[in-house]
């Protein structure tokens, strides 16, 4: 199981990703983190059940469920948010009015497509707005772990699980090392932990570009 | 004019084998009210359009476990472990949509729309058997439109002609459903005279709802209980 200090860090790591003035719907899990990382930039979050303007969770007193996120938690609104339908937020999101969707993965393959809504062998009973957002953000960042809790990399040459659209992810932000993909593959841009680039490779088994890598751990070097 | 009615009448308008668009996302903007009534009348093989399914037990959950259901068409059935057993037990059909796919086949089915084409599930499994039309270049997938026998849905406030308002996030599919139903009944809080609603605040004007019944549940705490 990941640390909560491992969670902070991908979710660290994402804020510095967004931009002062975006629109950025996050998706459930280490994205619900990122609000508590933005410091002093305004970013303006869509909810999919139908808020933009999502504000911190309220006091116990000031609960209303039916003020509520995506993940069906009580939240509140910020100055200047607005409330629409189901409908008219997913104008929204397939309308490509959504600047970023930071998205948890099952897998991302070397080409960055996605796979984050079933898993094979078991009941595909949920989908929600996922390959909504995938098909529809103008950016795609997935922020998960390097590797499921069976040890297997969570970075793929081929997915094995069922793929969220043909859509790829722009980047991926692990607690190890942030990649970007594109259509030649992936590509290496930042190490965050003191994991070596062999292990790295071992883990992941995908071949990766490395030419302009930031090592961000004091402990090695390229 | 007044489309108040009471709440066991509202059954008088389902019957065996109606499709129901059932508003609501998770428990918030759900007809508790009326999903009672049904869960404790003889009404059989309906088919849900909703969100989710409730919680176990709750909301569109006690329908499930009363055995009024055939078939659920949702995005998200697994925050409710008995939508999954039944399933996996074959005593419920599921149909798995995208929730904007949903949103907006409702949208169409109340818009007069048969079908429409969209990108979200191009080269998913949720695609497979779909029709693909290239638009501009790019590859889009067919989706029909959804309409219901009856709509029911929840809003914070009507009017007595049925002008209607929500509550922040409740209002998630309800006003959409409240244009796809040959039958609309919205459950509300509260009725007011005409004209206390402002035209400015009314999210669902009146031409689309037939009935409104009062939510027998009060809030609390943010929550709606039983009022004692």
């Known amino acids: 199981m990941l640390s909560q200090s491992e969670r902070i860090k991908i979710a660290k790591r994402v804020a510095e990703e967004l931009s002062e003035g975006q629109i950025v719907n996050l998706g459930v899990g280490i994205p619900t983190l990122i609000p508590d990382f933005l410091g002093d930039k305004k970013v303006f979050l869509q909810s999919e059940n139908g808020l933009l303007g999502m504000g911190p969770t309220p006091d116990d007193e000031n609960v209303n469920m039916d003020l509520i996120s995506a993940s069906k938690k009580p939240i509140t609104m910020e100055k200047g948010a607005s409330l629409f339908d189901s ?16 998205l948890g993965a099952l897998q991302v393959d070397q080409y960055g497509e996605i796979a984050n809504w079933a898993v094979p062998g078991k009941s595909i009973l949920g989908v929600g707005g996922a390959i909504d957002l995938v098909a529809g953000a103008k950016r795609i960042i997935i922020a998960c772990t390097l590797q499921a809790k069976d040890g297997k990399s969570k970075l793929v040459k081929k997915l094995t699980f069922p793929s969220s659209g043909t859509r790829r992810a722009n980047i991926l932000v692990t607690e190890h090392a942030v990649f970007k993909f594109t259509n030649t593959g992936t590509e290496l841009i930042e190490i965050l932990s003191d994991i070596s680039m062999e292990k790295l490779k071992e883990i992941t088994g995908v071949e990766f570009g490395y030419d302009n890598v930031k090592i961000s751990s004091s402990k090695i070097t390229k | ?75 998200y059935f697994t925050t409710n472990r008995d939508a999954v057993e039944a399933w996996k037990e074959g005593k419920l059909e599921i149909e798995l949509v995208p929730q904007g796919t949903l949103a907006e086949a409702i949208r169409c089915g109340g ?44 809003a914070l406030k009507a009017d007595t002609l049925g002008n209607l308002i929500y509550d922040h996030t409740a209002r998630n599919f309800n006003a959409v459903m409240a244009t796809a139903g040959e039958i609309v009944i919205a459950e509300v809080d509260e009725i007011v005279e005409v004209g206390d609603l402002h035209p400015l605040e009314i999210v669902t004007p009146h031409v689309y709802v037939d ?10 705490g943010g929550v709606y209980v039983e009022s004692i």
Request: avoid cysteine.
């Open chain 2, 111 to 154: 818009a007069g729309i048969g079908g429409f084409y969209t990108k979200t599930g191009i080269g998913t499994t949720l695609a497979d058997g779909k029709e693909q039309k290239v638009f501009d270049g790019e590859t889009y997938i067919l989706e029909q439109a959804i309409k219901g026998d009856v709509s029911i849905i929840k």
């Open chain 1, 87 to 102: 409908s008219d937020s997913f104008v929204m999101i397939r309308g490509g009015h959504i600047d970023v969707a930071v």
């Open chain 2, 211 to 220: 009935h409104v019944v009062l939510n027998k549940y009060v809030k609390k």
């Open chain 2, 1 to 75: 004019m007044n489309k108040l009615i009471d709440r066991s009448d509202a059954l008088n308008y389902i019957k065996d084998g109606d499709t129901l668009l059932v508003g609501g996302f998770g428990l918030s903007g759900t007809p508790l009210t009326l999903l009672d009534e049904l869960a404790n009348s003889n009404i059989r093989d309906l088919t849900v359009v909703s969100n989710n399914l409730g919680e176990v037990g709750k909301g569109l959950g006690k329908l499930l476990v009363s055995g009024n259901l055939k078939k659920a068409v949702g995005s």
